[in-house]
């Protein structure tokens, strides 16, 4: 007995192995991935840095005989906004470099200024080192495919351009093919091992440099926080408002309904059974709307299918109930605020039922991508256009809710079609 | 068989009679929006040989038909079109700006105090605010329908009880017994003595007793109109709120 369970568990360990391995690869290959375009977007930064560095040495030689002074401003200036795109570089692809107070822009204060002098130590690093990490980082990789590929188009290749790539002799024979290959295949291992590490070396004096400072006030940073936070309360409470309505509006009423129907059916119980008998019978329906509604009320609260399958599997699912064929094409990343994706789950079904009912469409797309902080949601049809918000269609709740989380809605629909809607809204996560 | 049949309705006919007896011909239009809801309401009252005028889905509708109609009583739903605030509060004003002799019976989803105090601020006779739930407990609901047509008060319980929360902390009203604050409450539902006394199987004049204590402890001169009592009790309670 002892046997086969061993070699099964032999083979799952194997398994367990080969599954390891392959995660290791496919992980340090991204990070690779990742670490190539942040180097190369440093390169952005860094390539106008190194101008920059020029043109000041140049302001500041010439300041010795007056010149200069008049000229100071404009490449300080062009230091501040160059700090501030690196800034929101590094907090595309990190933890936010929080900004301090905007330095001054005249001369004298500014020499004294702490924040123009961090700046200005960013930017001797980051004009070299930062440069020199960046070609690097982009020219590796491309040394490391050609070398590794070496082999497959050297024959093809006349004499003179046969140079390997540490500039050391020609390769002219089958062995010294395959040693450029052996060489490729380090530089594959060297971008794997160290571009992660470069990336990091790169960034550092941005990140160092460039952030509020403890002495900074970060009061400015604190109204801005306070701002949006108020703005994403206040879409709170039009949303619970909207969910009082429905509860006091539509189920209690029903209810209300269901005991008001029930005291006149027993007052009317001993003198007209029959008639007693048909008030029950209403009693029952009104209740059943009242269950119906509450389905309704909490499903639009958070579909519990977005807590299942998140929003792609959300959206999918709707598309594939639709009577009209469906593409759909989802690419949110991350995932956004709950009412936020509940939202664009509402959307999204809504506009499927307008088009299954009213468009006589033959095909319709669903896109939703996330871009800047937004999520952005697009439905198109290909029938007979001229929809119309008041036409009875559930765009104007729909529209009330995209307005509480501050998001926007655009309806295109011509006579004749196509009909497309377009929705934004802040992912708010 | 016939026979017992015939005999047992027309029982229950009197049976229901001696209730409807005091409402019946009563004149009454309906304004809710919920037209299940409506319906429901109009063919309670109607079974229980009431004269629904008219209904309405909204306050325009309801003003409007009060106008053409003069019904004894109007009952107004609070929450109705266009923003389903407190449009049948302000409607429930207008109605009786234009004609103070209106009875008015105000049926809300949920107790919003100020709504209470809006609507009887301008004098409480022929007034009510009642929870809609109150409506399913037909004989009740029927009994404050009476009080509000013949120029008495219906104040449901859960309003009082809201008054009283707010205005516990306020010494004056420390000083009523417990006993003595279940007669307030009692009175500011708007139920006369002997009523009171039913409920609360006393004796009438045990409660007698306990009013003038009650008015003697909240320095307010005892009168015998039904309608003065709430109002004085509302207002006292109101300027607590207000106060506090």
Known sequence: MAGPSEAADATTTGADWRSGLTDTVVRSLSAARAATGELASGLGTALPALLLLLWLAVTAVTSVVGVGLLMAPAPLRTLHSLAARERARLGRRGPEVVAPEPPPTRLRPALVDPTTRRELRWLVRHATLGLALGLLGVLLPLVAVRDTLFPLYWKFMPGNMTATSVGYGNAHSWPDALAVAMLGLGWVFIVLGLGPGMARLQARPGRQLLAAGPETDLSLRIVELTATRAAALDAHATELRRIERSLHDGTQNRIVSVTVLLGAARRMVARDPAGADALLERAQSAAEQALAELRTVSRSILPPVLADRGLAGALSGLAANCAVPCRIDVDVPARCAASVEATAYFVVAEALTNIAKHSGAEHATVTAYSRGGRLVLCVEDDGRGGADEDGGSGLTGIRDRIAAHDGTLSLTSPTGGPTTLKVELPCGA | ?244
């Open chain 2, 1 to 244: 068989m016939e026979h017992d049949r015939t005999d047992t309705g027309t029982n229950a006919g009197t049976d229901a009679g001696t209730n409807a007896g005091t409402n019946a011909g009563t004149r009454i239009v309906i304004a809710e929006d919920d037209a299940l809801l409506r319906e429901g309401l109009a063919l309670l009252l109607r079974a229980e040989g009431l004269d629904v005028v008219a209904t309405a889905g909204n306050p325009d509708e309801a003003l409007a038909a009060i106008d053409e109609h003069k019904p004894d009583v109007a009952i107004l739903d609070v929450r109705m079109p266009p923003t389903h605030t407190d449009e049948g509060i302000v409607a429930a004003v207008e109605a009786r700006r234009r004609r103070p002799d209106l009875a008015v019976l105000v049926l809300s989803a949920y107790v919003e105090q100020s709504f209470a105090t809006e609507l009887l601020g301008g004098g409480v006779g022929g007034l009510g605010y009642l929870l809609k739930e109150r409506v399913g407990r037909v004989e009740e609901f029927l009994d404050a329908l009476h009080r509000v047509a013949s120029g008495g008060t219906a104040i449901d319980p859960e309003v009082v009880a809201q008054l009283f929360t707010r205005s516990r902390q306020d010494s004056r009203l420390e000083r009523l017994s417990p006993r003595e604050r279940d007669v307030l409450a009692l009175m500011a539902e708007g139920l006369g003595n002997t009523a009171i006394a039913e409920r609360l199987v006393v004796t009438e004049g045990a409660v007698h007793k306990h009013i003038r204590s009650i008015f003697a402890k909240l320095d307010l001169a005892p009168t015998d109109r039904v309608d003065r009592r709430v109002a004085a009790v509302l207002r006292y309670l109101e300027d607590l709120r207000r106060l506090g």
